[in-house]
């Protein structure tokens, strides 16, 4: 008879693989063809660097949960283990949220150069990266013996996590869609003046630049929201689950499945 946690495991592991591989693959021309290295090509740079650094600690954590679980919960790893957790878990909600936050300076602030630079592209990444490490340097210091924390820590982990970045992320996107619609309303009021008193080529080369860039910003933002909304779909369920049906387990911030939970048992 086949072993179907086994199997599923196997498949985790080599899903996990392949978004590294393709992570890279990705990559790749970014870093090495000068004629990508656009800015928002480095914000999806640092997305690519993201998912190859989480799927990598996901891959070897799967592979160490399944074949080498007394050696990956053990009192004196426990506390990397739950920091690497947390950091991995929330480096993929924060980066949205930091790409959202770059949008809404450089189009909401349009005058202001600083917000179009790199240097403040580098700034939102730096600041997104510091805050994952940050966010989770409370997991070693309340961890207690046999890889335990405390019920309040996973409350903590809901709200930081998978609560606070989608609405700031949500707001600001309402935020930039309405000063999108505004501005065709803008452009249009303008458009049906020129028409009357212009036929300046300068002038209708740019309404139709600044018609094309709105259509840009609202396509940029549609695609937002939805891949924002799977990602919430997907991670919060797993952590009300948590908050809702919390035992104290090893590893509770990975319920994969029901093999998941009956290990951390077993562990402990």
């Not at 959202?100 to 189009?107: H, V």
């Not at 989608?166 to 000063?179: A, E, G, R």
């Not at 505004?182 to 212009?198: C, D, K, L, P, V």
Request: charged share 10%; aromatic share 14%.
């Amino acid at each position: 008879m086949a072993d179907i946690p086994r199997i599923f495991a196997i498949l985790r592991v080599i899903g996990y693989g392949l978004a590294v591989l393709l992570a890279i693959i990705y990559a790749i021309p970014i870093l090495f063809l000068r004629r990508f290295r656009h800015r928002n090509n480095i914000l999806t740079l640092n997305i690519s660097l993201v998912v190859m650094f989480c799927s990598a600690f996901w891959c070897m954590y799967f592979i160490m949960f399944e074949f080498y679980p007394n050696t990956l919960f053990q009192n004196a790893t426990c506390p990397l283990l739950f920091y690497a957790q947390i950091v991995c878990t929330c480096q993929l909600p924060f980066t949205f949220l930091m790409i959202t936050i770059n949008r809404f300076c450089s189009i909401i602030y349009t005058t202001k150069a600083f917000f179009k630079t790199k240097k403040f592209i580098a700034i939102c990444i730096a600041t997104q990266w510091i805050g994952g490490f940050l966010v989770a340097i409370p997991f070693p210091i309340f961890i207690k013996p046999y890889c335990n924390l405390p019920f309040w820590m996973m409350v903590y982990v809901l709200i930081v996590v998978e609560i606070v970045p989608p609405i700031v992320t949500l707001i600001l996107n309402l935020l930039i869609f309405k000063h999108a619609h505004n501005s065709s309303r803008r452009i249009q009021a303008g458009n049906g003046i020129t028409q009357h008193n212009t036929t300046s080529a300068v002038i209708t080369n740019a309404i139709k630049e600044l018609r094309k860039a709105s259509r840009r910003d609202l396509s940029l933002l549609k695609h937002t929201l939805v891949m924002f909304g799977i990602l919430v779909i997907g991670w919060i369920p797993l952590y009300l689950l948590i908050v809702i049906d919390y035992a104290g387990n090893v590893s509770p911030l990975v319920y994969t499945n029901n093999q998941t939970t009956h290990k951390s048992k077993n562990v402990e």
